[in-house]
């Protein structure tokens, strides 16, 4: 009886055992013909092939008062009019070397502009020598004619010579033009490499399109000029002993709202006043500004295009920003 017993578990153990065998290898199989969505997206990551997607976490996103080139606090903070944030030194930087490039650039195309018209009158100048050529030459044909028929050119008749015999002893070497070789008479310096791009027969010479003079902002691509910059003034956040201190880059809190005093994050929607560039958040805007249009502060009178929303850097919440995901393009296998 005992005997029945132990040997009817042992039974079922490997049966379980045999089961549990089964599921593991189900789990790890690789056989199936079924080519998932995750097999592939980690194929294509070990491969390098296809596009690599990626979103930004909270270290891959500038601070809301950070500028858009540096990425760091701004020390003289300029707003663009759709509300970029940079710092001065920086943006004028960027839009002189900016100038300096599109000046490189015009003195390109005015040297190609220059060599293409030198190659037209060369052309013309060309073709009007072939027609004057061709025209002396069909009036010295004319002359010769009409002297010929008038009789005035005598000619003498000379006895026909005897047939030279030709075999092929008198046979001379080719004349040096008449090579079929592509070695001789300098073709060897005009062989077509195919190999090399620059010497393919359909590789011609790229032509510089005439140049943008127009600077645009490095972030949203609309034109930008210095002056159009608008100063901003930033309030900062007291310290601890109640005194205002400098922004500092270790500091994770640095201003607040000069109307509410709410500290400004990247999650607080800001805007910029134009007038006089203080920052103020957008719960300030719908809740005071937009009822009578008057700046809190100086009393001033307020348009719409006086208020510009400040662009965030995001949070890596997908209701903080936009563009918080990036997309870098790779060669594609295709089977």
């Given at each position: 009886?005992?005997?029945?017993?132990?040997?009817?578990?042992?039974?079922?153990?490997?049966?379980?055992?045999?089961?549990?065998?089964?599921?593991?290898?189900?789990?790890?199989?690789?056989?199936?013909?079924?080519?998932?969505?995750?097999?592939?997206?980690?194929?294509?990551?070990?491969?390098?092939?296809?596009?690599?997607?990626?979103?930004?976490?909270?270290?891959?996103?500038?601070?809301?008062?950070?500028?858009?080139?540096?990425?760091?606090?701004?020390?003289?903070?300029?707003?663009?009019?759709?509300?970029?944030?940079?710092?001065?030194?920086?943006?004028?930087?960027?839009?002189?070397?900016?100038?300096?490039?599109?000046?490189?650039?015009?003195?390109?195309?005015?040297?190609?502009?220059?060599?293409?018209?030198?190659?037209?009158?060369?052309l013309s100048e060309a073709e009007h020598r072939s027609r004057v050529e061709k025209f002396l030459s069909t009036e010295m044909a004319v002359s010769s004619a009409s002297q010929a028929a008038q009789g005035t050119t005598t000619t003498t008749t000379k006895p026909a010579a005897p047939p030279k015999a030709t075999t092929s002893k008198s046979k001379g070497p080719p004349p040096a033009g008449s090579s079929i070789s592509n070695m001789v008479s300098g073709r060897e310096k005009k062989l077509p490499s195919f190999w090399v791009p620059s010497l393919t027969p359909e590789n011609k010479e790229a032509k510089i399109a005439k140049p943008d003079k127009t600077i645009r902002c490095p972030i949203s691509g609309q034109p930008l000029r210095a002056k159009d910059l608008i100063p901003v003034k930033f309030t900062h956040l007291p310290l601890e002993g109640g005194e205002a201190g400098p922004s500092l880059e270790g500091a994770h809190q640095r201003y607040k709202c000069p109307v509410t005093g709410d500290v400004l994050r990247n999650n607080v929607a800001c805007a910029v006043l134009r007038p006089t560039g203080d920052v103020v958040t957008q719960r300030c805007v719908d809740t005071f500004i937009r009822k009578d249009m008057l700046h809190p502060l100086t009393g001033q009178t307020l348009t719409d295009k006086d208020i510009i929303p400040l662009q965030r850097g995001g949070t890596g919440f997908a209701t903080s920003n936009q563009k918080l995901a990036s997309a870098k393009p790779r060669p594609v296998l295709q089977c």
């Open positions: 009886m005992g005997g029945g017993a132990s040997s009817a578990r042992l039974g079922r153990g490997e049966e379980r055992g045999h089961h549990h065998h089964h599921d593991a290898h189900s789990k790890n199989c690789t056989a199936s013909s079924v080519y998932s969505y995750h097999e592939k997206r980690k194929d294509g990551r070990a491969s390098g092939y296809g596009t690599l997607r990626l979103r930004y976490g909270k270290d891959g996103v500038k601070e809301f008062d950070c500028c858009s080139l540096s990425l760091h606090p701004c020390r003289a903070p300029v707003v663009s009019a759709d509300g970029h944030l940079f710092d001065k030194e920086a943006i004028l930087e960027y839009i002189i070397s900016k100038k300096n490039e599109v000046s490189r650039k015009m003195k390109e195309y005015q040297r190609q502009c220059k060599k293409e018209q030198t190659e037209l009158a060369e």
